[in-house]
């Protein structure tokens, strides 16, 4: 089955500056590959996904990149503040009828003011 | 419900004791998952119900879990003699089938602490 592994497992960076987390998948037949963002004590929520059509996915200070090639894809978190302080989880889906999603092992992001 | 709700919020069980957990999706969403999440990790899948379809429960980590779904609605987790090591918050999300339909949906969770 699907394996996705998430690095780094925790990433501290100062206030502006950028942030980079990556994600491998082992299944080529993956097509979804979500973001989702779990805040202290909260639930995790969706803040960017990309689909295996594009390369690349903007949305405001967060890109998502995909290599279908290396079977990896990126976050990137341009301007970072402290409120992007929390787990970033990546994910991956295969396009069969269980469209099943598989979590990375999370990465904690710190941003110092 | 306007979103996924899960009960109890909190449970704190005696080991060997069994629990049951309770998800109420979004009206209208055909996937549910329940996920694990250990303190300070992932989210672990356990399992999947996808419409009518059989259930996909290659994550359920040993014979004492098992998850039923009553159609497209309620779904309840049961954990048997539970130890201390399931301890976790365990999650539930639901989704829409179809394009972009595997935006996730998280419930608050269910934190279970077996003393």
């Known amino acids: 089955g699907e394996n996705v592994e998430q690095h780094p497992s925790t990433l501290s960076v100062q206030e502006g500056d950028s942030a980079v987390i990556k994600c491998t998948y082992s299944?080529?037949?993956?097509?979804?590959f979500p973001w989702y963002k779990q805040e202290l004590g909260k639930r995790p929520q969706l803040i960017i996904d990309i689909r295996s059509n594009v390369g690349e996915k903007k949305d405001q200070r967060i890109a998502v990149t995909l290599n279908k090639t290396a079977k990896h894809f990126s976050l990137h978190i341009t301007e970072t503040q402290p409120e992007d302080s929390a787990v970033y989880f990546c994910a991956a889906s295969t396009p069969s009828n269980t469209g099943k999603l598989i979590f990375g092992q999370g990465t904690t992001l710190q941003v110092k003011p | 419900g306007a979103g996924v709700s899960q009960s109890p919020s909190n449970k704190v069980t005696e080991k060997g004791k069994d629990v049951e957990l309770r998800c109420d999706p979004i009206s209208g969403h055909t996937a549910l998952y329940w996920y694990r999440q250990r303190l300070g990790q992932g989210l672990e899948f356990l399992i999947y119900?996808?419409?009518?379809?059989?259930?996909?429960k290659s994550g359920l980590p040993s014979d004492r879990f098992s998850a039923e779904r009553t159609g497209e609605s309620v779904s309840t987790l049961t954990i048997q003699r539970t130890q201390q090591e399931d301890s976790a918050v365990y999650l539930c999300a639901s989704s829409f089938t179809g394009s972009g339909a595997n935006v996730l949906t998280f419930g608050a969770g269910s934190r279970l602490t077996v003393l």
């Open positions: 119900f996808q419409g009518n379809s059989a259930p996909d």
């Open positions: 299944d080529s037949a993956s097509n979804y």
